[in-house]
């Protein structure tokens, strides 16, 4: 795959990744995504599962395109949009969410790690350092919810 069609590949993720906000699943329904979502240019199938599967295109995704691809511990995959929103109301709203399993629970993409959320999730911790109860992410969740946190603070 030439640098122009990963460019591409990406941005066609970014955007699945956008419409669903937070998709759980195997990795094959996600290529299906991606492959309707760019048309007749989208490569085979084999080659976008390839592509997708390499660390270097999901830290990609993470770094540039705002998007999380992984594989949790119980061999789900995940494809969650990291955008920010810009509306203040909004942010406020998702951050007064409180999940159904404050312990297992990300609070950003609001997936359920049960028994493996030691493993997979981080606490979130205040200005202090200090852990904030029953909040706990994936590591790539822990930007954008901590990025969320601070539109707000700037606005109260
Ligand atoms: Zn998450």
């Given at each position: 795959m030439d640098a122009d069609l990963q460019l591409k590949v990406l941005a066609h993720v970014k955007f699945v990744a956008m419409h669903y906000f937070a998709f759980k699943g195997s990795l094959e329904t996600i290529i299906t995504f991606v492959a309707y979502s760019m048309g007749s240019d989208s490569p085979s199938p084999d080659r976008l599962d390839n592509f997708l599967r390499r660390a270097e295109t999901q830290r990609r995704l993470e770094n540039e395109f705002e998007t999380a691809l992984f594989m949790d511990t119980a061999k789900v995959w995940h494809l969650v949009s990291l955008v920010v929103p810009m509306d203040v109301a909004i942010a406020r709203r998702r951050l007064n969410h409180r999940p159904i399993s404050p312990g297992t629970q990300?609070?950003?993409?609001?997936?359920d790690s049960k028994g493996f959320a030691g493993q997979e999730l981080k606490p979130e911790l205040d200005i202090y350092r200090q852990p904030v109860p029953g909040s706990f992410l994936h590591p790539q969740c822990m930007r954008p919810w901590l990025a969320m946190r601070a539109l707000c603070d700037r606005e109260n």
């Open positions: 990300c609070r950003w993409c609001l997936a």
